[in-house]
């Protein structure tokens, strides 16, 4: 059994994880329109994988006999002029998607959620990495400037992420 705070913050989450997978399929086309196709399709795996991240929340809340509710999706920013652009606003999303976690964690730790307590920890471990890995994209995107036989490499590069 689940209450019906975490409920409502699991549900949060369900929305958050969908937006930010809309948010991604949006950088991907955007990406596209500057010629950076490694770089759409980085971003169009991110978006399946945050909206993995989505169907695993929604099983979770299942399995503790949770009601599932599916809110509206807010439209996704787009017209990104450049790959710094593109990623910045990803890790801005990761940042918030990760002090999301922390909340729900904080409150299955204050409610004696262990199931919710074990779960959150494979998302708090996983934000980890996603923002360590945006964060190492935008650290190279920077150093290139306008360079742009580096910033092809880099493109070249996420482009052969599998």
């Not at 997978?21 to 950076?36: G, K, P, V």
């Not at 599916?70 to 920013?77: A, E, G, K, R, V």
């Not at 890790?91 to 204050?110: C, D, F, G, N, Q």
Request: charged residues 25%; aromatic residues 6%; negative net charge.
């Amino acid at each position: 059994m689940v209450s019906k705070k975490m409920q409502k913050a699991l549900n949060r989450q369900i929305q958050a994880e969908l937006q930010a997978s809309y948010l991604y399929l949006s950088m991907s086309t955007a990406a596209t329109a500057l010629d950076l196709e490694g770089t759409a399709h980085w971003m169009r795996l991110q978006s399946e994988e945050e909206r993995g991240h989505a169907i695993r929340l929604v099983d979770h809340l299942q399995d503790l006999d949770g009601e599932v509710e599916f809110h509206s999706l807010d439209q996704p920013d787009s017209g990104f002029h450049s790959a710094l652009e593109v990623f910045q606003k990803a890790l801005e999303s990761e940042r918030k998607v990760t002090s999301m976690i922390h909340e729900i964690y904080s409150l299955a730790v204050k409610e004696g959620n262990y199931a919710t307590q074990v779960e959150m920890q494979w998302f708090v471990q996983e934000q980890v990495h996603e923002e360590r890995d945006v964060d190492m994209i935008i650290a190279r995107l920077k150093m290139a400037g306008d360079d742009s036989t580096t910033l092809f490499l880099i493109d070249r590069e996420l482009g052969q992420r599998q």
